[in-house]
């Protein structure tokens, strides 16, 4: 069965420093990969995704992610953080074929000033 | 603009009121979901629609029924709610046979008073 876990349920970071959020998974074939953005009240945004090929992402809002199978983790990263990068993430992963995503349980982000 | 639009975005009903939660999307997928999102908890996944055939049903409870005349809309309708079922409920859209992965609405923000 698939499963994602995100070790971090809270993440603080300073307006302009680095940014990485963890993501493990649980999928016995190739998974397809996601990192999806909540802001309060909003629903989620696509901000990347890994099907296959090269292993690091990009994505939109200058964010990336690399795939590393050896770990089964697909971080996500920022180099610079914005004070409007302050919100929820969360990590999906799924099978090629038919439409079952599995999500982790998110890591809010709050960037301090 | 999402491509999956949810009406109403806030709705305040009363125990013994009947209402109805509408998701409309212009996408092209042929599958949709109703997710719960309530504060401190991971998202659950209520109903999945393939085709317009319900394929999931996550131990709803009869208080929440889902309706999907089309592959475009998708309804849950309400009746009888208990104020634990204040929650945002969103809904997503997704091929059905391919996992590019889904496409969320803003959400409905209900609150059962």
């Known amino acids: 069965a698939q499963s994602v876990t995100q070790p971090d349920i809270h993440i603080t970071v300073s307006e302009g420093a680095s940014l990485e959020l963890r993501c493990n998974y649980s999928y016995g074939a190739t998974p397809y990969l996601f990192w999806y953005v909540q802001s309060p009240g909003q629903g989620l945004q696509l901000l990347l995704k890994y099907f296959s090929g090269d292993t690091l992402v990009q994505g939109i809002k200058g964010f990336e992610a690399e795939f590393k199978r050896s770990q089964s983790s697909f971080n996500l990263r920022k180099p610079s953080v914005h004070w409007s990068d302050a919100a929820e993430y969360f990590c999906a992963v799924g099978a090629e074929y038919g439409n079952k995503l599995v999500f982790g349980a998110g890591t809010i982000l709050r960037v301090k000033s | 603009e999402t491509g999956v639009t949810q009406t109403p975005r806030h709705l305040v009903m009363g125990m013994t009121n009947k209402k109805s939660l509408k998701c409309e999307q212009h996408?092209?997928?042929?599958?949709m979901y109703w997710y719960k999102q309530s504060a401190k908890k991971p998202l659950e996944l209520m109903f999945v629609?393939?085709?317009?055939?319900?394929?999931e049903n996550n131990s709803v409870p009869s208080r929440f029924s889902p309706e999907c005349p089309n592959s475009s809309h998708l309804f849950l309708h309400l009746h009888t709610l208990q104020p634990e079922d204040s929650a945002l409920y969103l809904c997503?859209?997704?091929?059905?046979?391919?996992?590019?992965?889904?496409?969320f609405g803003s959400g409905t923000r209900l609150t059962v008073v």
């Open positions: 996408l092209g997928h042929n599958a």
């Open positions: 629609y393939n085709f317009k055939e319900q394929t």
């Open positions: 997503a859209s997704s091929q059905a046979s391919q996992n590019y992965g889904y496409t």
